[in-house]
C-alpha cells in the first residue's frame, strides 16, 4: 500500500491505547475481557486502512473484529474512522502478524482473514507470504478448534500458492472460488483493495479452510 508517510500517526496512535494495541504491555486481559462480552472474536490480518473491519462490524453487531496493520501512516486512518464514528466492536494492532503470540492466547481467535496481502512474486521471498507455513502455524496456535481462514485475493499466482501452501500444512480448503464476484455468493463484503480491482475488472480469487484435527 503506498501512501505518504505521516510523521502524527505515532503519535495519534500512542494517544488512543483503548482502540490502538501496540506493545503487548497494554495488554492486560483477554479480547473477550477488553470487549467486554463472550462475543466471537475475527481477526484480518494486514487490514490496510481497516474499512472490511468498519463494514463486517456494522453487518455483524455480535461479533467482535480485530485488524493487525505494521504501517502507522495507514492504520491511523483506520483509528481516525473509529474517532469519528465508533464502533464497539473494532479494536486495532499496530504490529507485525509475525508477533500474533504476543497478542493472542490459544483458542482466542475464531475467524481469521487474509484480504489482499502483498503476493511477494519472486521465489526468495517466499517467506514473507502472509499464508508461508510459518504464518500457519502462527494462525494455527491463536485458533480456537474448528476455525476458519478466509482469505481474498486479486493475484492468481499468490492464490494458487495459498492453495498449495495450506494443503501441504494439512489444512481442509473448503468454498473454492476463482471468480468471486460472478459466483453465486450474495454476503461478501468488499474490502477496499478489493474494491479497486473490481472496478479495474479484475477476477477476484476467495477460499476458506481450517486446520484439521
Ligand atoms: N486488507 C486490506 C484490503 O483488502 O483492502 C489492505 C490490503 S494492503 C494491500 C496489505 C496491507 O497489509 C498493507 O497495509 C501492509 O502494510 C499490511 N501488511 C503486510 N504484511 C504485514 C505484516 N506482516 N504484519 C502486519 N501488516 C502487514
Not at 485488524?67 to 505494521?70: A, L, Y
Given at each position: 500500500m503506498r501512501l505518504r508517510h505521516k510523521p502524527w500517526a505515532k503519535q495519534l496512535i500512542e494517544e488512543h491505547p483503548e482502540y490502538v494495541i501496540s506493545s503487548v504491555s497494554q495488554l492486560q486481559t483477554s479480547w473477550k475481557e477488553l470487549f467486554g462480552n463472550d462475543n466471537p472474536?475475527?481477526?484480518e490480518v494486514g487490514t490496510g486502512k481497516g474499512k472490511f473491519l468498519d463494514n463486517m462490524s456494522r453487518a455483524y453487531p455480535n461479533i467482535n473484529f480485530i485488524?493487525?496493520?505494521?504501517s502507522e501512516s495507514v492504520l491511523v486512518m483506520g483509528l481516525q474512522r473509529l474517532l469519528n464514528e465508533y464502533q464497539s466492536n473494532v479494536r486495532f494492532i499496530n504490529g507485525d502478524v509475525l508477533d500474533l503470540l504476543e497478542f493472542f492466547q490459544p483458542g482466542e481467535v475464531d475467524r481469521l482473514f487474509i484480504n489482499f496481502t502483498d503476493p511477494w512474486p519472486k521465489n526468495k521471498h517466499e517467506k514473507r507470504r502472509l499464508t508461508y507455513n510459518r504464518f500457519?502455524?502462527?494462525y494455527e496456535k491463536v485458533m480456537s478448534d474448528g476455525a476458519e481462514?478466509?482469505?481474498k485475493t486479486d493475484n492468481q499466482g499468490l492464490f494458487e500458492y495459498s492453495l498449495e501452501s495450506m494443503s501441504r500444512y494439512g489444512m481442509t480448503l473448503k468454498n473454492i472460488s476463482m471468480d468471486l464476484h460472478n459466483s453465486d455468493k450474495e454476503d461478501n463484503i468488499i474490502t477496499e483493495y478489493?474494491?479497486?480491482f473490481y472496478q479495474k475488472g479484475q477476477r477476484i480469487f476467495r477460499l476458506e479452510s481450517f486446520f484439521s484435527s
Open positions: 472474536v475475527y481477526v485488524g493487525i496493520e505494521k500457519l502455524s502462527l481462514i478466509h482469505m478489493e474494491e479497486k
